[in-house]
């Protein structure tokens, strides 16, 4: 669990903690148990900011996190919206990750925000965000302003991504809400690069004889 709320209490915070015990809940139901644990990036923001000005030197601390979000079966991310995309200090924690850290692993993708104007933050910035760095993000997100906490729409909108997540954790082919996914055991794991064909024609061949190609 990823959380870069900023202070405390936090909304962003708040927001995770309804996630966590949504997947808990939902990894339990399939007869599995859950260990959740959180990564607070504010408590490592100077530590990030020294990261990113030395040349990619971590400190013991923000190795022990780059090593725990490596290692997680699947990982719930929240993010406060500040000027309608994720927040700097999110964005710079996983800039921190090697590339491969998250190559196939099972994400959720959540943010907290005043308003809903930001409710498009999770398919044009987080989705992308996480495609790149190969991830597999599970279909719902969740997005919450502030008036949303407490309603049921938000919390059935959690209840249906944690179960979505569950079902990628623990492996069965079924979300139990409609939807389908393959068996945990031929997803790629930290894995890089992109698999080609020998036998895939130039790009090149392609383009010959047609307009402008000789």
Known sequence: MVTAGLTVPSSTRLLADQVAEATVAQVTARGESADVEFVEVREVAGE????MVTGGIPTPRLTELR????????LVVVTPVFNGSYSGLFKMFFDALDKDSLTGTPVLIAAAAGS???SLVLDHALRPLFAYLRAVVVPTGVFAATEDFGSHGLSD?????????????????????????????ARPRRTSGTQVEADVTPFGDLLRGHSGTD
């Open 157 to 185: 909108r959690i209840t249906r991504a944690a179960a979505e997540l569950a079902a990628l954790v623990v492996g069965r082919g079924d979300y139990g809400v409609g939807g389908f996914t393959p068996d945990l055991a």
């Open 116 to 118: 809903a104007r930001h």
């Open 48 to 51: 990030l900011a020294t990261f």
């Open 67 to 74: 090593e725990l979000v490596a290692a997680a079966d699947g």
